[in-house]
């Protein structure tokens, strides 16, 4: 009962007049951005992140961010289905299903599939989040400094393992992310690292610099590079039929409703796990819709389970992702990334304390994911022909403002060209990893893990007198690594295996999850 006492006192704060408007601000704004082509949750909070630095209260802005990252998965399944373009990787699913509905008439019935299931999942996820992260940060006051560390190199390796089409590359860009981290002053000794005894970088590069530069000027100049300068052809909403609620006919919501507890039944817990997002469950409830639906004679022509399960997957994978970063600190996805970012503007710190030493705004966090989800049913599914509307902007006009507006972000927080100019010069790296296929989210990680990972690892040899075998004392250690090397093996797995049963090993695909267009 106290973990249900202490969700309605989130949902008391969050309920306010006050931050009911930072709910909706939140949703409306997240829509507006990421409706746009290529734009996804995470740039689009990147983007937005300068504007909490005024915040004088951390649960204002976090109410709003949950507001911004539902509305702007929204707005990346409505790009998906009208214009075939996914936001981010985690929406090709819904691509490969909901585009070939609406061009089948369907449009409304596949965003009000997408809409509801995520609402759905969003409820299912919050209050299993909201179960578990308590007890799981219990558990976590008893980790160790050679624990916090294979957890570190575990969540590392599994999202660079699992997050783009080759393994090196990803590997190419945690090391650039980690060494992005080490700039500054080292925090033990005070000496200088890779500052060229410049100044200016003794304080190390800000991280919402690195994230801006990274997701939102990299990401807009890739998909201005690579995009079309005319908007594309959106395909047109079918009148409203009768017989009809919320868009769905009865046999839509009869296929629709199991699709969506499946969905949020793998989102959640690939979500926990440091699996690189919710690229893995949208395609694992891809893949189980279309071999085991009653409709799977549908796909490929617009079957709606294959719209229902992905949409749902993605939003309840969030709410996972929640449960490491809250109660220890962990990272597992580039949105996530992003958010711990967000939490240390404001001088917080996720991990084992934090459910006690703040859990009004845990709670209220927890609490306007749900709220998030309502505002986005009500609100969103009205205002549909005003994002069909956005999405006909030319994209010169959409992408330049973005540029604008991130720049006048970073130079208001700041007052120094230098950081405007610093973030363009990430932007550009970004811009050439996405063209030469580096994945993005690797880096990022390990900019903000990586000096945390070595804080642990120096913790841990100081406590052990400089003695590297602590990392194999402790039987939880040595289980985390091992599932850390596990991770890093998991791609080539179907290869070995196909070895192992004499097939060519052409015949056998290596995982790739995300950075697909």
């Given amino acids: 009962m106290n973990n249900l006492e202490s969700l309605l006192g989130g949902f008391a704060t969050v309920i306010s007049p006050e931050n009911l408007l930072f709910a909706l601000i939140g949703v409306t704004l997240g829509t507006l951005v990421g409706v746009l082509p290529g734009i996804g949750p995470a740039v689009t909070i990147a983007l937005l992140l300068p504007v909490t630095y005024n915040f004088s209260d951390p649960v204002g802005a976090f109410i709003m961010f949950a507001g911004i990252y539902y509305g702007a998965m929204y707005g990346g399944s409505t790009t998906s289905i009208l214009l075939n373009t996914p936001g981010e990787s985690a929406s090709v699913a819904t691509a490969l299903e909901g585009h070939q509905m609406a061009r089948r008439g369907k449009a409304r019935a596949a965003l009000a599939t997408a809409a509801i299931g995520s609402f759905v999942a969003g409820l299912i996820s919050t209050l299993l989040l909201a179960f578990v992260a308590e007890p799981l940060g219990r558990l976590a006051v008893t980790f160790r400094a050679t624990d916090y560390f294979a957890l570190m190199v575990l969540a590392l390796v599994a999202v660079t393992a699992l997050v783009g089409s080759s393994l090196v590359r990803g590997l190419i860009s945690l090391c650039f992310g980690i060494l992005i981290g080490f700039i500054g002053l080292d925090n033990q000794s005070g000496q200088a690292r890779f500052t060229f005894d410049n100044p200016a970088l003794f304080d190390g590069i800000d991280v919402v610099l690195l994230i801006i530069g990274l997701f939102a000027i990299g990401e807009t100049l890739y998909v201005m590079v690579k995009g079309r300068t005319r908007p594309g052809q959106v395909t047109p909403l079918e009148p409203k039929q009768p017989g009809t609620f919320m868009w769905l006919t009865r046999s ?6 199991p699709a969506w507890l499946r969905g949020s039944a793998f989102g ?8 690189g997002g919710a690229e893995l469950p949208t395609f694992m409830s891809y893949t189980y819709e279309k071999n085991r639906s009653k409709g799977k004679n549908e796909f490929g022509s617009g079957a709606i389970e294959g719209v229902a ?3 749902a997957a993605n939003n309840a994978s969030f709410s996972g992702v929640l449960v490491p970063l809250l109660t220890l600190g962990l990272p597992t996805s580039a949105t996530a990334a992003v958010l711990l970012a967000a939490f240390q503007i404001f001088n917080l710190q996720p991990g084992p304390q934090f459910m006690t030493k703040s859990p009004d705004l845990v709670w209220a966090v927890i609490a306007s994911l749900f709220i998030g989800n309502v505002l986005l049913l009500a609100l969103n599914l009205p205002l549909i022909r005003l994002w069909v509307k956005v999405l006909q902007v030319p994209r010169p006009v959409l992408y330049a403002s973005i540029l604008v507006f991130a720049s006048l972000g970073i130079y208001s ?3 120094s060209i230098i950081d405007v100019m610093i973030a363009f010069g990430i932007g550009i790296i970004a811009f050439f990893m996405r063209q030469f296929d580096f994945p993005v989210a690797p880096a990022i990680l390990g900019a903000i893990l990586g000096p945390e990972l070595e804080l642990q690892f120096r913790r841990a040899l100081t406590l052990s007198n400089g003695n590297l075998g602590t990392f194999i004392e402790r039987p939880l ?5 091992l599932l850390a090397l596990l991770a890093l093996l998991l791609p080539y797995l179907p290869k070995i295996t196909a070895k192992l049963r004499g097939r060519s090993p052409a015949t056998a695909g290596k995982l790739s999850f995300g950075d697909e267009d």
């Fill in 252 to 257: 839509e919501w009869r296929r629709s409703i």
């Fill in 268 to 275: 959640f817990p690939f979500g926990v796990l440091p699996s």
């Fill in 309 to 311: 399960g992905p949409e």
């Fill in 413 to 415: 927080v700041s007052g």
């Fill in 477 to 481: 250690t040595v289980v985390i690594l």
